[in-house]
């Protein structure tokens, strides 16, 4: 009886084991605040195709300015707002004696940073979108549909399949999204 308990205990950490080896990553979740390096990307996706797209080197340059800009804008703003944050954990520490309006303030002070750092992300996109001509405008944004369309079908396509098939009434409408 000894035996057999002490073997299939064994058994059962070694297949806990190799079953967290064998296991998948998980995905790496956005950035604490919420906003992710989507300026970057944009700066690299550019650089890439800047033939393609017939993006001057002038452009490129205003671009890349206006992106480390950005990112210095972010780290300050990143910055107050985790003060902001710790502020707050400081005036929730005292149960006894919590001061509600002190604690309003920090909230709305650090809700304030957030929206103006999504208020700031939104600059930056329509500033490079004017830096572009509308050709190039056009061609990113054809691009950004493809782009679109393979990921589409990358990341699940036989759930997607499977669920195509199964309401014929999605397939019309998945194709009309598609089209647009």
């Known amino acids: 009886m000894k035996k057999a308990l002490k073997f299939s205990i064994i058994f059962s950490v070694i ?43 002038n452009q490129l340059e205003k671009i890349k300015t206006m992106v480390f800009s950005f990112e210095e804008k972010m780290i300050k703003m990143k910055n107050e707002s985790s003060l902001q944050r710790l502020e707050l954990r400081k005036l929730m520490q005292d149960r006894k004696n919590i001061d509600y309006e002190k604690i309003k ?44 369309k393979d990921r589409m079908y990358q990341r699940r396509p036989l759930h997607r399949e499977g669920r195509l098939q199964q309401f014929p009434q999605f397939k019309e409408r998945f194709r009309e999204h598609i089209k647009k």
């Open 15 to 57: 297949l806990l084991f190799t079953a967290s080896i064998f296991a998948e990553p998980r995905m790496m979740a956005r950035s604490r605040d919420g906003f992710d390096m989507s300026h970057t990307r944009i700066l690299r996706t550019l650089q890439a195709n800047q033939k393609e797209l017939k993006i001057t080197d």
């Open 105 to 148: 303030g920090a909230l709305s002070k650090a809700s304030s940073y957030r929206n103006n750092m999504f208020i700031e992300r939104l600059k930056l996109r329509n500033e490079i979108l004017n830096t572009l001509t509308p050709e190039q405008q056009e061609a990113i944004n054809a691009m950004r549909k493809d782009m679109w």
